[in-house]
């Protein structure tokens, strides 16, 4: 099969087109789905580049983000035929663990993300547990639907699951032109939040509100948070949805209200977020962690896709042998919304 491979961690260069890589074979309740479009993420930047906490074995194909056609199904797989139309869910759990028991299977013992710990979509297949695939809404291409499960997935989690976003509560939503935070946008507005979101330029600001943000600001602004209690009218927020980390962090925990949650799901400007403790204990904030989200999750917010309620945010899409463009041009912030290699 062709796909794209790396064999060292390194820039967008190690990204290699290869034409004859070994096709996988579905094992018992396995599912092999030819791949029709793969959609980046961040995640594909830090696994190319080496991040230590994945330990992703060489060689690899990059790609948490697939949609495809069901080529063919292993012993015992069933509801599942050759020929659907599919979307995967970006994990793998075991099905077998106390955590995948209770529901809770991102958080599984044995936890795989496709295109981090095994082979992803940057290829023409790939093989994966029956559990993982689901009907992809008939509304979509492929390329929107390969923009659907991990940002959905991840701000579903976020702001349902983990933060319980309640009808009218303000909400902050940083990073509005990434794939979480334009999903974050759409799913507050679902549950009848009103939005400010950031972003850090006028063009981005004013596709955030084309997707519904009430009011936007530029993060790039020094005075970014006061921008926020004046937008809000002086509201502080119920729940901040976050992702960017070192730089905002401190920022985003002086803007809450008492009872107020800050989700963080990642740390793209560093890892350590300093915090004023008082204003956590004195106006009893939650600060909730956020990983992905769970097969029952991407099931039913699949159900909102379906509808309409949800529509994947699309940047660009671009041939698979140009996954060396679309890497620099994820890494130099001039996008907005997902980026999504077209491998048909």
């Known amino acids: 099969m062709k796909g794209i491979q790396i064999k060292e961690h390194g820039g967008a260069e190690v990204l290699r087109y290869e034409a004859k890589l070994p096709t996988p074979e579905p094992g018992s309740k396995e599912v092999l789905v030819r791949v029709k479009a793969c959609a980046l993420n961040r995640l594909d930047l830090w696994v190319r580049n080496g991040v230590p906490a994945y330990q992703t074995p060489l060689p690899h194909i990059l790609g948490s983000d697939v949609a495809g056609e069901v080529e063919a199904v292993g012993v015992g797989v069933q509801n599942i035929k050759i020929g659907d139309h599919v979307v995967l869910n970006p994990i793998v759990s075991c099905g077998k663990c106390s955590f995948c028991k209770r529901g809770r299977d991102n958080l599984c ?183 992905i989200g769970t097969n029952a999750e991407l099931k039913k917010l699949l159900g909102f896709v379906q509808k309409g309620h949800l529509k994947p945010i699309i940047d660009s899409v671009s041939p698979l042998k140009e996954a060396k463009a679309a890497h620099q041009k994820m890494e130099s912030g001039n996008f907005f919304g997902k980026i999504v290699l077209q491998v048909k």
């Not at 923009?147 to 699951?161: G, I, K, Q, S």
């Not at 350590?272 to 204003?279: M, V």
């Open 109 to 291: 013992e044995n936890l795989q993300v496709i295109g981090a710990h095994r082979p992803g979509g940057y290829a023409e297949y790939i093989v994966v547990p029956e559990r993982g695939v689901h009907p992809m809404p008939d509304i979509l291409s492929f390329e929107e639907a390969a923009a659907v499960p991990l940002v959905f997935l991840t701000a579903w989690h976020m702001m349902v699951t983990r933060a319980k976003l309640q009808p009218g509560e303000w909400v902050l939503v940083m990073g509005a032109s990434s794939g979480v935070g334009s999903a974050a946008i759409q799913i507050a507005k679902l549950l009848g939040a009103p939005v400010i979101a950031t972003a850090g330029s006028p063009e981005k600001m004013e596709r955030a509100r084309e997707i519904g943000a009430d009011e936007v600001v530029n993060h790039y602004d020094e005075d970014w948070f006061k921008q926020v209690k004046e937008k809000s009218e002086g509201s502080l927020m119920d729940v901040v949805v976050e992702h960017v980390g070192q730089a905002v962090f401190n920022s985003c925990v002086k803007l809450m209200a008492k009872g107020g949650r800050l989700v963080t799901c990642g740390a793209t400007t560093g890892p350590t977020g300093e915090i004023d403790l008082r204003y956590v204990f004195s106006r009893e904030i939650e600060i909730l962690g956020s990983y």
